[in-house]
């Protein structure tokens, strides 16, 4: 076949760009026709007050309710924009042209570019592109050119995800949201008025709003790698407790098999607090039948729920490494813990009891029991695969990029939750406890009445 001389006509461009962008013709084309409609047989004023209203009630609905907002509409909006402004078609040509990613027919000379099928941008500072490969082409190309498709970009780091034969997913990080400071512990509270155990404040989310985690029937799992940031999140959560740790309305355990060194500094704030392995067991066995003890008092009260009080207080069992306890421990008697750890987080809900773990290696191998919780943070991990072990299958391709998170000061504490009610990762950063924080915390819990602290 001969090399054409000249290029294909406009209008069967437009067709084919038609046919494969659908919503783009039949939307306008819809809503034109909406309008339209409307102004013919109810006259142009109602249509313009319709088309209006409409649109106050967008303005309204993004300035009066911005959560809804930043988790229904923003999402699509961000996505829209970028896919018709960021990566749309010459430009689009000539980055992946630059980055030597596309193909050229030998017979005609005609460059075929990989097509964008689908934009995500689940946050306001990731994106996910999912690309059709030219024939010939393979994932590993692109693993291969990610650090110059980041530059062409003006991104901070390009990930590249296998969804299928010929389709990948592009995951781009276009900035840092938190900077390189870390964020300071908040003000502690002073009153158990001010404290919400639904929406206890552990940080930031990378909108710029508080980070908040409820303590109410839920356990939290937190991985990272080590300098991930994972004392963050042991601590920030008894701060934001502050009032109620002091009137006992919560009351913590903790397992600290690192010999220790973690909680040493905040012991006196801890009911029970175990550095070695036999003690660790007794503190889970006593956690486990004050559990039981407390559903028999609600049953026979005739209650389903407790309700935080000095008598039935929100008990918390934190557990740094959990790993220690459910894999590395003694053979013979990790298999008791584990049956103690399931029967508390299984039954404890309702009671009053709550189990938080933090651990370095989210395998099942590791943690068994994974699935029982339902709250989870991942930091910086070490490989892909990890990110979807400890937040669900697909979150790595939806942004959650924890395994690129470097482990250094300036990024300690970040990492990615997945939104209540959403598939969405959100990328959060809790905040900082120095030593002397945390010598403030024990201070204000302990002033004024006898000390909590008691080793198994």
């Given at each position: 076949?001969?090399?054409?001389?000249?290029?294909?006509?406009?209008?069967?461009?437009?067709?084919?760009?038609?046919?494969?962008?659908?919503?783009?013709?039949?939307?306008?084309?819809?809503?034109?026709?909406?309008?339209?409609?409307?102004?013919?047989?109810?006259?142009?004023?109602?249509?313009?007050?319709?088309?209006?209203?409409?649109?106050?009630?967008?303005?309204?609905?993004?300035?009066?309710?911005?959560?809804?907002?930043?988790?229904?509409?923003?999402?699509?909006?961000?996505?829209?924009?970028?896919?018709?402004?960021?990566?749309?078609?010459?430009?689009?040509?000539?980055?992946?042209?630059?980055?030597?990613?596309?193909?050229?027919?030998?017979?005609?000379?005609?460059?075929?570019?990989?097509?964008?099928?689908?934009?995500?941008?689940?946050?306001?500072?990731?994106?996910?592109?999912?690309?059709?490969?030219?024939?010939?082409?393979?994932?590993?190309?692109?693993?291969?050119?990610?650090?110059?498709?980041?530059?062409?970009?003006?991104?901070?780091?390009?990930?590249?995800?296998?969804?299928?034969?010929?389709?990948?997913?592009?995951?781009?990080?276009?900035?840092?949201?938190?900077?390189?400071?870390?964020?300071?512990?908040?003000?502690?509270?002073?009153?158990?008025?001010?404290?919400?155990?639904?929406?206890?404040?552990?940080?930031?989310?990378?909108?710029?709003?508080?980070?908040?985690?409820?303590?109410?029937?839920?356990?939290?799992?937190?991985?990272?790698?080590?300098?991930?940031?994972?004392?963050?999140?042991?601590?920030?959560?008894?701060?934001?407790?502050?009032?109620?740790?002091?009137?006992?309305?919560?009351?913590?355990?903790?397992?600290?098999?690192?010999?220790?060194?973690?909680?040493?500094?905040?012991?006196?704030?801890?009911?029970?607090?175990?550095?070695?392995?036999?003690?660790?067991?007794?503190?889970?066995?006593?956690?486990?039948?004050?559990?039981?003890?407390?559903?028999?008092?609600?049953r026979e009260q005739g209650k389903r729920k407790f309700t935080p009080s000095v008598e039935t207080p929100l008990r918390l069992l934190q557990i740094d490494e959990l790993g220690m306890m459910t894999s590395y421990g003694p053979a013979s008697e990790v298999r008791g813990v584990l049956k103690l750890l399931s029967e508390i987080m299984t039954q404890g809900r309702a009671a009053g009891f709550g189990v938080c773990g933090y651990v370095q290696e989210p395998t099942k191998d590791t943690v068994p029991i994974r699935e029982l919780f339902t709250a989870r943070v991942c930091l910086s991990v070490t490989s892909q695969s990890q990110v979807d072990m400890v937040l669900g299958d697909g979150m790595r391709l939806r942004g959650a990029l924890a395994d690129e998170i470097p482990l250094d000061p300036?990024?300690?504490?970040?990492?990615?939750?997945?939104?209540?009610?959403?598939?969405?990762?959100?990328?959060?950063?809790?905040?900082?406890?120095?030593?002397?924080?945390?010598?403030?915390?024990?201070?204000?819990?302990?002033?004024?009445?006898?000390?909590?602290?008691?080793?198994?």
């Open positions: 076949m001969p090399k054409p001389t000249r290029s294909q006509g406009l209008e069967v461009r437009a067709i084919k760009w038609g046919v494969r962008h659908p919503g783009m013709v039949a939307v306008p084309a819809g809503l034109a026709t909406a309008v339209t409609k409307s102004a013919v047989e109810w006259g142009l004023p109602t249509t313009s007050g319709i088309v209006g209203g409409a649109l106050l009630g967008v303005a309204g609905w993004y300035r009066g309710h911005p959560a809804s907002f930043d988790q229904v509409a923003a999402p699509w909006l961000r996505a829209f924009r970028r896919r018709w402004l960021t990566y749309v078609g010459r430009r689009w040509a000539d980055i992946l042209s630059d980055c030597d990613l596309v193909t050229v027919n030998r017979r005609t000379d005609a460059m075929a570019v990989p097509r964008i099928l689908r934009v995500r941008s689940a946050s306001p500072s990731i994106d996910t592109i999912h690309v059709r490969l030219n024939r010939g082409q393979t994932p590993s190309l692109f693993e291969e050119r990610a650090d110059a498709l980041a530059h062409a970009l003006l991104a901070q780091r390009v990930a590249v995800v296998k969804i299928k034969p010929q389709v990948i997913g592009l995951v781009i990080e276009r900035e840092n949201p938190f900077g390189a400071d870390p964020i300071p512990a908040i003000d502690l509270p002073h009153d158990a008025d001010e404290v919400d155990l639904g929406a206890i404040e552990l940080g930031d989310t990378e909108y710029g709003t508080p980070w908040t985690q409820s303590f109410l029937g839920q356990h939290l799992f937190t991985a990272g790698a080590t300098g991930s940031g994972k004392g963050s999140l042991l601590w920030s959560p008894l701060r934001g407790m502050a009032p109620l740790l002091r009137d006992r309305l919560v009351v913590p355990d903790v397992i600290d098999l690192k010999e220790g060194m973690e909680t040493e500094i905040g012991a006196p704030l801890f009911h029970r607090r175990a550095i070695e392995w036999a003690d660790a067991v007794s503190v889970v066995e006593s956690f486990r039948d004050e559990l039981k003890a407390r559903q028999a008092v609600l300036a990024h300690a504490g970040i990492g990615f939750v997945v939104e209540q009610g959403s598939c969405n990762p959100l990328r959060v950063r809790a905040s900082f406890q120095t030593d002397q924080d945390i010598r403030d915390l024990v201070a204000f819990v302990t002033s004024g009445r006898p000390r909590l602290h008691a080793v198994a």
